[in-house]
């Protein structure tokens, strides 16, 4: 059996973002199968210098060696691993990647939580997606959000609930509290993004408050 652990959640607010993003995660339990059959999940098999070196070719725009905050509406993930809205180098983001792969996390709980104005909205299709550098290496999640705005992440017809810890483009598909489409800068055009993992507390929710 898996057994999640109780959800805890830490803040991070964002640098030039409508929203607070939320981001921690935990280790589901060892797998096991009925009829006394075990399986086993295989943690994401990382390389953290070729996925860094490729996140400083996205966004480090300006070829200074940082990444700035303004850089970062490329890679919007970034902005959780950058802490209290400072720049972000090639070894923060390598150290993080080692961090998530030492940890050797085969999946993870993921619930989220999309607000507009304080307000749940409810019948929005979340979908994390591996940044394009990180494709190679884990899996697209989903779900869709309650009446209270909420939802668990999972990998579509994977075997166990849960999602790859790494970093993602966030995308939201639904109506917004007036009714209408929620613009592009949530979904086809996303700006924003999570880093899932590499903190290791109990267990992780993603928060997004539409402004």
């Not at 059996?1 to 921690?24: D, E, G, H, Y």
């Not at 070729?50 to 996140?55: D, G, K, L, S, Y």
Request: glycine share 10%; hydrophobic share 40%.
């Amino acid at each position: 059996m898996i057994n999640p652990r109780r959800f805890k959640a830490v803040q991070v607010r964002p640098v030039q973002r409508s929203f607070v993003l939320v981001i921690v995660c935990t280790v589901l339990a060892s797998p096991g199968c009925g009829g006394g059959q075990t399986k086993r999940l295989v943690p994401p098999s990382l390389d953290p210098a070729v996925i860094a070196a490729a996140v400083m070719e996205k966004a480090d725009t300006d070829n200074n060696g940082t990444i700035s905050p303004t850089e970062m509406n490329s890679v919007p993930c970034l902005v959780g691993l950058a802490a209290g809205g400072a720049a972000v180098n090639r070894e923060t983001v390598q150290q993080w990647l080692e961090r998530v792969r030492d940890a050797k996390i085969a999946i993870t709980s993921l619930a989220a939580s999309v607000t507009q104005n304080g307000k749940p909205l409810k019948d929005i299709t979340i979908k994390i997606i591996p940044e394009a550098m990180m494709a190679n290496f884990i899996k697209p999640a989903e779900g869709k959000t309650d009446i209270n705005g909420s939802s668990m992440l999972s990998i579509p017809g994977g075997e166990f609930s849960g999602v790859h810890c790494g970093l993602y483009k966030i995308e939201l598909t639904g109506n917004g509290s007036d009714g209408k489409p929620l613009p592009e800068k949530y979904n086809s055009a996303t700006t924003l993004g999570a880093a899932v993992g590499g903190m290791l507390p109990e267990s992780g929710i993603v928060q997004i408050d539409l402004k």
